[in-house]
Nanobody
Framework: QLQASGGGLVQAGGSLRLSCAAS????????MGWFRQAPGKEREFVAT????????YYTDSVKGRFTISRDNAKNTGYLQMNSLKAEDTAVYYC???????????????WGQGTEVTVSS
């Protein structure tokens, strides 16, 4: 089970940190990803991180602004979001899977989503 939290309302240029708490499974066995879905749009890839945290991957629109990380000892993953823009407004989902991928179909477990609203 994955539980995402940390969303909220923030002004453009602000920051938020999302958390993804895992339970029931060995978190370190899974790749972790973050996806987002804006109203009327398909779910899109944001970032992913390997099991040990050694490699991270981002969609181009968030590179340099977002940082994905994980603390396997705490069974928790994070998405630090800086310099937020109005176009980052979406529901953000964390997910766990077996391989690194930007395809949501490759992820087996999903959190419930946390809403991020960026006002311009």
């Amino acid at each position: 089970q994955l539980q995402a939290s940390g969303g909220g309302l923030v002004q453009a240029g602000g920051s938020l940190r999302l958390s993804c708490a895992a339970s029931g499974r060995t978190f370190s066995n899974y790749v972790m990803g973050w996806f987002r879905q804006a109203p009327g749009k398909e779910r899109e890839f944001v970032a992913t991180i390997r099991r040990g945290g050694s490699n991270t991957y981002y969609t181009d629109s968030v590179k340099g602004r977002f940082t994905i990380s994980r603390d396997n000892a705490k069974n928790t993953g994070y998405l630090q979001m800086n310099s937020l823009k109005a176009e980052d407004t979406a529901v953000y989902y964390c997910a766990a899977g077996a391989i690194v991928s930007d395809d949501p179909m490759r992820y087996d477990y999903w959190g419930q989503g946390t809403e991020v609203t960026v006002s311009s």
